[in-house]
């Protein structure tokens, strides 16, 4: 019988084997094949080989001068740790300093200097040669005599060797002006020398000596020491161990270190002074001070016929403190009991990064209340310390005074100078701007990152990135000693990247160079023979009379080594005039105390108090590592500056809800938020990160930050903690 | 290996919640020593991969009592009925006999996501995207761990590199018992407060296994009775209380006590 094959049996065969097949592994295989084709290739990166090594250096990304321990592989740092036995950090590190190695291959780096160009709600980035920026350096610098403005240099980490050289050559200059942040820590110190007779000079602490720590508003458990200092204290929390250092925390804002401290007391928004004079009012009500002491030292303190602090602090009892400042006179009265009791204590101001400073009326009356806990006597826990030994040619007299934002006139400054290259402590660009002639000042920043202030600059000019750079680290606040230390480059930088003093010393027709400045440096610390070094290498520490010679410190230093100056012994004696020797004192600290708060002033309905926040290091967008979206987007455990944080009464009066998207809106503009709904959070308030906006690795493209601080109002007065926004949704 | 000859161990950590601060610095040296890679700009809690995650728990309290804790989450190693394992089509997650940890094997896996579903702790996250460092970062990524590829999921092992590490030590100086000082994950070398402690359970010798011995201890969800060798401390009545909830993965859900 033959065989025949119509197209119909043709068709069933092939129509039964395709449906056979899928019964069969192989379309199974062959699809699991073609999805890992597709999941492999050579997009994915492959691990890095070679020779592993150790190295070490310090990290420069904050204050604190952590030694840091990178392992290597070619060279180039894969994982960094905390160095062994290191005086300022024993081993650990922080979250940006474990990620720091990464800054260097951030999306946002700038490769060429580059002219910024703003139009409305745009912003246009054209590459530009580097002769062209310090050319059109040369014609403003030319420019700024005293009919066309100051020349104004920010320095946005004072303290260093490179400040000294800044501020040596702008003393040379007829119109030249050194500017710092307000929070730093120079001009926190000056409110001390303007209480004291003679100058106090830098300030340390001994937070060894001390068993109670009463902080106003300062990061002091989430920044403001060295974490040698802060980690044992924060191991024996919640322990119950008698000498165990307790923190009470003065804050308006659920900070970190409010978080971790043994009490919170929350209070209104700015009025952290009439806080500090109700608890000194208790404390002298209550005879709790040494009056030999008080009457020996405080020339104010009782003046028959004139204002003087008595009668200041008089005004400041329990019941009125309570209405200014909001805390109960209870807690007043148990916290000036439990400082005396709980000795030796220490107050501390200071302000912090994002929340800016707390000023200078209010630093005042903490330095007042330290005299009066005993905390400035010769067995105290705050001392006076040495500066590390400057070269020849450095000092004071030779330097620039260093001056903060208020002591500048408005309209003033013709070309404006901006080292960012470590950006420290943030500053609004509204109040900077109103300093600068309108439209005829010319800003140029050095920073590797367009970001910060330096996106507010019609220039700016690529610096090498954390772990590119040589610099040195000054001494923390908190130290007690002086200390140096230098972050020695353990990547190689790439072309076109140049470091802020060579652009500063073409601008002031000199010379300079960072290596050439460090080793004057190191010289002039070694001649002194003073102090110890620690030797990264070994975790030990031996006195530099060890060392044969200033290169054998200089190799020490810049393998991850630490000087340490050896403690003054004797405190001279000093005479504080509680309430600063200005001739209206008085009444400048009458005002300050009876400051209304923002909390408590007029207000519309709708209003609400904006209390912005920074963690130091991670203020700003360009000191963070891409990887950071780990711990901002992907855990939310930092809030980004994107992140909008109320009480649920508060969202609920504002119809608000938690998830949603918000606008916050001022006068000087607007800012999409997130909202979020936190239970700890002080009703009526909005708690919003100053920064950052961590950029995850697609964001290559130049962007514009939006930051809280851009909306403050350069009307409204320092300092910036709290101001009024509205709220609605997006 | 020779199983008669070689030292079971039950690899452990105990975590101090009275200590964490919640600074974050395990999450970044984690992501840093797994070459995990960068979330893209949007994305979260839901997409992003974070093999350890911490979390702020708050007390219930209204304003001003509240009172707030972190608790660091990870995988919990489980030791009976791992309830990854039992879920996998794959046979792409395997406890180590030697070790008690709990394996993940990109290769084998299929992305299915079935363990992520059956994970109590959410300690399981899947590649949603080719992992992708911006441009030159990949010449300061881990050599000793391989990057996972897009499709498959991943999770805490205990710094398996690390283990690696100590076993070629180990095996460099004629040894098959690792010294514990040469086997230490990166989230505990990097706690500024020493909150983590890490170690054998089984050597009662061991920090690790004093801790998890405390009154102070507990496991979470170990109603469960999945054995999780992950210890938490606290002498916080509130914070022990949550050892009986299912966490939330971000403070996006907070948790209340």
Redesign the interface.
């Known amino acids: 019988m033959p065989l025949t094959l119509t197209r119909r049996d043709i068709l069933k065969f092939v129509g039964g084997s395709i449906a056979g097949i899928m019964v069969t592994p192989i379309p199974w295989k062959l699809l699991d094949d073609v999805s890992i084709w597709t999941q492999n290739g050579p997009w994915i990166p492959k691990v890095p080989r070679g020779a592993l090594t150790t190295s070490f250096s310090t990290c420069a990304l904050c204050p604190a001068g952590c030694g840091v321990q990178a392992r290597c592989v070619n060279g180039i740092p894969y994982f960094l740790s905390g160095t062994r036995n290191h005086p300022v950090n024993n081993g650990t590190l922080c979250p940006s300093g474990v990620a720091a190695h990464h800054l260097a291959y951030h999306p946002l780096r700038l490769k060429t200097p580059v002219q910024v160009t703003r139009g409305n709600g745009t912003i246009e980035v054209r590459p530009v040669s580097l002769d062209d920026v310090l050319r059109k350096i040369s014609v403003a610098s030319g420019n700024s005599t005293g009919a066309k403005g100051s020349l104004a240099l920010l320095d946005q980490r004072p303290g260093r060797t490179v400040s000294l050289f800044y501020r040596k050559q702008l003393a040379r200059h007829d119109h030249g002006i050194y500017l710092v942040s307000p929070t730093d820590p120079i001009l926190i110190t000056q409110c001390l020398d303007e209480m004291a007779e003679t100058p106090f000079g830098p300030v340390g602490y001994h937070l060894e000596n001390v068993r109670t720590i009463l902080s106003f508003a300062a990061p002091v458990l989430d920044g403001w020491g060295t974490p040698a200092q802060t980690s044992p204290m924060l191991r024996t929390r919640h322990s119950s161990e008698q000498n165990a250092v307790k923190v009470i925390q003065i804050d308006s804002r659920h900070s970190r270190s409010a978080q971790l401290a043994d009490q919170w007391i929350p209070l209104k928004p700015k009025t952290e002074a009439a806080l500090a004079f109700g608890i000194a009012h208790v404390i002298i009500r209550d005879g709790l001070y040494d009056k030999r002491v008080i009457g020996r030292r405080i020339p104010d303190f009782n003046i028959p016929g004139k204002h003087s602090y008595s009668d200041l602090i008089g005004r400041f009892t329990p019941d009125h403190t309570s209405e200014l400042t909001g805390v109960s006179s209870d807690v007043i009265v148990s916290t000036a009991h439990s400082l005396v009791a709980r000795g030796p204590s220490v107050a501390i101001g200071d302000g912090d990064s994002g929340g800016g400073p707390l000023g200078k009326e209010a630093e005042i009356a903490i330095w007042g209340l330290n005299i009066l806990l005993g905390a400035l006597e010769s067995n105290g826990s705050i001392v006076q310390r040495r500066e590390a030994p400057v070269p020849e040619g450095f000092s004071s007299k030779e330097l620039s005074p260093v001056m903060g934002i208020s002591a500048i006139p408005d309209h003033s400054i013709g070309l404006l100078l901006i080292d960012g290259s470590d950006p420290g402590d943030p500053l609004p660009w509204s109040l900077l701007e109103r300093k600068l002639i309108p439209r005829q000042s010319l800003v140029v920043a050095c920073s590797p990152t367009l970001t910060g202030l330096a996106q507010h600059a019609q220039y700016v000019v690529p610096t090498p990135a954390h772990l590119e750079a040589l610099t040195d680290i000054p001494t923390i606040v908190s130290s007690a000693t002086a200390t140096f230390s230098i972050s020695a480059p353990l990547l190689k930088r790439p072309e076109g990247m140049t470091d802020a003093i060579e652009i500063m010393a073409k601008v002031f027709e000199t010379e300079g160079s960072m290596e050439d400045l460090l080793k004057q440096r190191t010289s002039a610390i070694f001649a002194t023979r003073r102090g110890c070094v620690f030797k990264a290498g070994t975790g030990t520490t031996v006195p530099i009379t060890e060392l044969g010679s200033p290169d054998e410190f200089w190799t020490e230093l810049t393998a991850g080594g630490m000087w340490t100056d050896d403690p003054i012994r004797s405190k001279p004696f000093f005479q504080f005039h509680f309430m600063g020797r200005a001739p209206d004192a008085y009444q400048r600290m009458l005002d300050a105390g009876e400051a209304v708060s923002p909390l408590d002033g007029p207000l519309t309905p709708e209003m609400l108090t904006v209390l912005p926040y920074g963690r130091r290091a991670e203020v700003g967008g360009a000191q963070l590592s891409p990887l950071m979206t780990k711990l901002y987007q992907e855990s939310g455990l930092h809030r980004s500056s994107k992140v909008a944080v109320l009480n649920p009464a508060t969202a609920k009066k504002f119809d608000l809800v938690h998830g949603e998207q918000g606008i916050l809106a001022t006068a000087c503009g607007t800012q999409k938020v997130g909202i979020r709904v936190d239970a700890a959070v002080m009703p009526g308030v909005i708690e919003i990160a100053a920064g950052p906006e961590p950029i995850g690795q697609a964001g290559n493209e130049i962007v514009q930050e939006q930051n809280i601080l851009e909306l403050i109002d350069p009307d409204q007065a320092l300092p910036w903690r709290a101001f009024r926004a509205t709220l609605r949704k997006a | 290996m020779d199983q008669a000859t070689v030292k079971q161990s039950r690899y452990g950590m105990a975590i101090d919640l009275?200590?964490c601060?919640?600074?974050?610095?395990c999450?970044?040296?984690c992501?840093?020593?797994n070459?995990?890679?960068?979330?893209?700009?949007?994305?979260?809690?839901r997409t992003?991969?974070?093999w350890m995650?911490?979390?702020?728990v708050?007390d219930?309290?209204?304003?001003?009592a509240?009172e707030?804790a972190?608790i660091p989450m990870m995988c919990q190693q489980c030791e009976e009925e791992t309830p990854c394992v039992s879920v996998c089509p794959q046979n792409a997650v395997e406890v180590d006999p030697e070790t008690g940890i709990v394996g993940q094997i990109p290769q084998r896996c299929?992305g299915c996501r079935y363990c992520m579903t059956a994970c109590p702790y959410h300690a399981r996250y899947y590649n949603w995207w080719?992992?992708?460092?911006?441009?030159?970062?990949?010449?300061?990524?881990?050599?000793?761990?391989?990057?996972r590829?897009?499709?498959?999921v991943e999770k805490c092992n205990f710094c398996h590199g690390r283990l690696h590490d100590a076993r070629a030590k180990a095996a460099a100086k004629g040894s098959r018992e690792i010294n514990p000082t040469d086997y230490i994950p990166?989230c505990v070398?990097?706690?500024?407060?020493?909150a983590i402690t890490f170690g054998d359970l089984n050597d009662e010798a061991a920090d690790v296994a004093r801790q998890a011995k405390s009154e102070r201890a507990f496991r979470f969800l170990s109603r469960l009775g999945t054995e999780p060798k992950v210890y938490y401390l606290?002498?916080?009545s509130w914070v022990q209380r949550l050892a009986d909830r299912e966490l939330a993965?971000?403070?996006?859900e907070?948790v209340h006590g």
């Open positions: 009275d200590r601060t919640g600074c974050g610095a999450l970044m040296a992501a840093v020593e070459n995990v890679s960068p979330g893209r700009p949007t994305v979260n809690e992003g991969t974070t995650r911490v979390i702020e708050q219930g309290r209204a304003f001003p509240a707030t972190f299929l080719d992992p992708q460092w911006p441009e030159g970062m990949e010449k300061a990524l881990n050599p000793d761990v391989a990057p590829m897009r499709g498959v990166a070398e990097s706690c500024p407060v020493q606290s002498g916080r993965r971000s403070k996006k907070t």
